[in-house]
Structure formats: structure tokens, C-alpha cells
């Protein structure tokens, strides 16, 4: 797997640096769409009735919109967009004005932001029989964007110079 959008643009061949910009944006935007993609909740917190049977990994569970609401674009280290309304920030807005020496960060600020994306386990009341323990699996709504990240590159590489 590449490790850097540099790596990733070289594999795909080279590109003057108008195109690269526009594959740097468009793969930011993707990967930053990938990775806040929704799913309805599987428990209601409002009723603690259970509302769908499952969940699908790499989706981000919203419930009350805490988590998704975390969300926040950060360019050089400055925020500069956070979600709201259940939703995810504009990622076209708040990442159109990159370029290829920004330091572009998208994260969940929300304190179960990890245990959500990694999994966890409640009830765990260190016996050996394991009664009462329940493992939570992650959603990896990161992971999956961050594996997926040479593919995004390689589709903007294919759409700029279509």
C-alpha cells in the first residue's frame, strides 16, 4: 500500500502541477465523503429500543449527531469547518482552497470517536468465565478511507485527465 499522495501520484504517472492539485483536492474530498458516510444508529438513546438489527462497517452510526457533529477540517493546523445538524462539514468548501503544501486534517473530536471506530468492550469485569462481557465491534469508517486511499487517487487521476 502507498504510504503518501506523493507515492500515490508517481504510481499513477505524472501530472503537470494544475492537474496534480486538482487529483490533491478531489482525492481529500473523497476520502474525507468515505469516511463520514452515515448510518442510522442501531439503538435509540431518546427510547433504548433497539431501531435496526445491525450495522455496516465503515459507516458512522448517528444517533443524537454527536459523533458526526465532531467532525472537523483542520488546514495548518487551524479549523477551520466543524459539522452540525447531524452532518459532516461542506468538505468542497472547507478543502477548496488547498494546495499541494497544505497539511489538510479531517477528524472526530468526540471522546467515543475511537472506541466507535476500533471497537470496545462494556462490561468487562476481569473474571476468567467472561460473564458479562460484551465486544462492541468497530465501524472503521477511518480505516476503510485511509485503505481505500490509492484507489481515490487513481479514479481523480482517471477523471482529470478524461
Known amino acids: 500500500m502507498t504510504t503518501s499522495f506523493s507515492a500515490s501520484l508517481e504510481a499513477a504517472g505524472q501530472l503537470i502541477e494544475d492537474e496534480m ?31 435496526r438489527a445491525g ?28 459539522g452540525g445538524n447531524k452532518a459532516p462539514p461542506d468538505f468542497a468548501a472547507s478543502l477548496g482552497g488547498m494546495t499541494l503544501d497544505t497539511v489538510a486534517e479531517v477528524v472526530f473530536t468526540a471522546e467515543h470517536a475511537r472506541p466507535m471506530e476500533y471497537g470496545f468492550r462494556v462490561g468487562d469485569d476481569d473474571t476468567d468465565d467472561e460473564t458479562g462481557d460484551v465486544d462492541v465491534p468497530g465501524r472503521f469508517f477511518v480505516l476503510g478511507a485511509v485503505q481505500s486511499w490509492d484507489e481515490i487517487v487513481e479514479a481523480n487521476v482517471r477523471y482529470i485527465k478524461e
Open 55 to 82: 450495522f455496516d462497517i465503515g459507516f458512522v452510526p448517528v444517533d443524537s449527531g454527536e459523533l458526526i457533529n465532531s467532525v472537523e477540517v483542520r488546514l495548518d493546523g487551524s479549523a477551520i469547518a466543524k
Open 21 to 51: 492539485e486538482m487529483v490533491f483536492l478531489g482525492a481529500a474530498q473523497d476520502a474525507s465523503e468515505l469516511m463520514t458516510r452515515r448510518q442510522e444508529s442501531m439503538w435509540n438513546s431518546a427510547t433504548g429500543k433497539q431501531q
